[in-house]
Protein backbone atom coordinates (compact mmCIF):
# COMPACT_ATOMS: atom_id res chain seq x y z
CA UNK A 1 0.00 0.00 0.00
CA UNK A 2 2.77 2.14 0.67
CA UNK A 3 4.37 2.14 -2.32
CA UNK A 4 0.66 2.55 -3.98
CA UNK A 5 0.45 6.07 -1.76
CA UNK A 6 3.98 6.83 -2.76
CA UNK A 7 3.42 6.54 -6.71
CA UNK A 8 0.39 9.38 -6.33
CA UNK A 9 2.24 11.42 -3.83
CA UNK A 10 5.95 11.70 -5.84
CA UNK A 11 3.68 12.92 -8.58
CA UNK A 12 3.03 16.53 -6.81
CA UNK A 13 4.75 18.57 -4.39
CA UNK A 14 3.11 19.59 -1.44
CA UNK A 15 3.08 23.13 0.83
CA UNK A 16 2.43 23.19 4.71
CA UNK A 17 -0.71 25.93 4.72
CA UNK A 18 -1.54 24.73 8.03
CA UNK A 19 0.04 24.04 11.36
CA UNK A 20 -1.50 21.05 11.51
CA UNK A 21 -0.05 19.42 7.78
CA UNK A 22 2.70 18.23 9.33
CA UNK A 23 1.08 15.77 11.48
CA UNK A 24 0.67 13.43 8.52
CA UNK A 25 4.25 13.51 7.63
CA UNK A 26 5.17 13.19 11.23
CA UNK A 27 3.22 9.83 11.38
CA UNK A 28 3.68 8.94 7.83
CA UNK A 29 7.27 9.21 6.84
CA UNK A 30 8.94 7.74 10.11
CA UNK A 31 6.31 5.15 9.39
CA UNK A 32 7.04 4.61 5.66
CA UNK A 33 10.82 4.58 6.50
CA UNK A 34 10.61 2.14 9.28
CA UNK A 35 8.46 -0.54 6.89
CA UNK A 36 11.20 0.01 4.24
CA UNK A 37 13.63 -1.36 6.95
CA UNK A 38 11.57 -3.99 8.45
CA UNK A 39 11.52 -5.16 4.56
CA UNK A 40 14.83 -4.45 3.75
CA UNK A 41 12.97 -2.64 0.77
CA UNK A 42 15.66 -0.62 -0.84
CA UNK A 43 13.82 -0.04 -3.95
CA UNK A 44 10.67 1.56 -1.69
CA UNK A 45 12.97 3.55 0.58
CA UNK A 46 14.67 5.41 -2.98
CA UNK A 47 11.12 6.34 -3.65
CA UNK A 48 10.08 7.59 -0.45
CA UNK A 49 13.62 9.41 -0.69
CA UNK A 50 12.63 11.01 -3.87
CA UNK A 51 8.68 12.21 -2.76
CA UNK A 52 10.82 13.70 0.33
CA UNK A 53 13.22 15.49 -2.80
CA UNK A 54 9.57 16.81 -4.65
CA UNK A 55 8.46 20.57 -3.71
CA UNK A 56 8.69 21.75 -0.56
CA UNK A 57 7.35 18.19 1.59
CA UNK A 58 10.70 18.28 3.25
CA UNK A 59 9.25 20.72 4.90
CA UNK A 60 7.12 19.26 6.92
CA UNK A 61 9.58 17.59 9.20
CA UNK A 62 11.40 19.22 11.66
CA UNK A 63 15.61 19.48 12.33
CA UNK A 64 14.99 16.41 14.68
CA UNK A 65 12.82 14.11 12.31
CA UNK A 66 14.77 15.01 9.48
CA UNK A 67 18.05 13.88 11.21
CA UNK A 68 15.73 10.52 12.15
CA UNK A 69 14.82 9.90 8.34
CA UNK A 70 18.31 10.18 7.01
CA UNK A 71 19.82 8.40 9.39
CA UNK A 72 17.39 5.68 8.99
CA UNK A 73 17.88 5.78 5.57
CA UNK A 74 21.61 5.21 5.68
CA UNK A 75 21.34 2.59 8.38
CA UNK A 76 19.01 1.57 5.42
CA UNK A 77 21.65 1.82 2.17
CA UNK A 78 24.37 0.26 4.40
CA UNK A 79 22.99 -3.00 4.86
CA UNK A 80 21.57 -3.53 1.39
CA UNK A 81 23.52 -1.12 -0.82
CA UNK A 82 27.50 -2.10 -2.36
CA UNK A 83 29.86 -0.44 -0.53
CA UNK A 84 30.50 2.05 -3.13
CA UNK A 85 27.10 3.38 -3.35
CA UNK A 86 26.81 3.88 0.57
CA UNK A 87 30.55 5.74 0.37
CA UNK A 88 28.75 8.11 -1.89
CA UNK A 89 25.61 8.57 -0.15
CA UNK A 90 27.73 9.31 3.34
CA UNK A 91 29.80 11.80 1.71
CA UNK A 92 27.12 13.78 0.16
CA UNK A 93 24.81 13.24 3.59
CA UNK A 94 27.10 13.71 6.38
CA UNK A 95 27.40 16.46 7.88
CA UNK A 96 25.38 18.97 5.13
CA UNK A 97 22.21 16.77 5.62
CA UNK A 98 22.48 14.87 8.96
CA UNK A 99 24.63 14.08 11.62
CA UNK A 100 26.05 10.29 12.05
CA UNK A 101 24.79 8.52 15.25
CA UNK A 102 26.99 5.75 16.74
CA UNK A 103 24.82 3.33 15.21
CA UNK A 104 25.27 5.10 11.29
CA UNK A 105 29.08 5.00 12.29
CA UNK A 106 28.89 1.14 13.30
CA UNK A 107 26.39 0.75 10.47
CA UNK A 108 29.52 1.79 7.99
CA UNK A 109 31.99 0.29 9.72
CA UNK A 110 29.84 -2.95 9.13
CA UNK A 111 29.47 -2.67 5.89
CA UNK A 112 32.82 -2.04 4.96
CA UNK A 113 34.34 -4.93 6.96
CA UNK A 114 31.57 -7.29 5.15
CA UNK A 115 33.04 -5.34 1.63
CA UNK A 116 36.54 -6.00 3.15
CA UNK A 117 37.20 -2.28 2.22
CA UNK A 118 38.41 -1.38 5.82
CA UNK A 119 41.45 0.78 4.53
CA UNK A 120 38.97 3.13 3.68
CA UNK A 121 38.13 4.32 7.24
CA UNK A 122 40.65 7.05 7.33
CA UNK A 123 38.63 8.73 4.70
CA UNK A 124 35.75 8.60 6.50
CA UNK A 125 36.49 9.29 9.79
Do not use: H
Not at 7 to 13: A, H, T
Not at 55 to 65: A, P, Q
Amino acid sequence: IISEVLDEVEKRGFTPQDPDDVVYFYLYNPTGLLQCCDLKDIKLAYQLNNTMGKGDNWKFLDVDRLNGYWSKFFSLLCMMEQIEVVLKWYKEMSLSLFYPTPKNILDLLQALDAANQLEVIPSVW
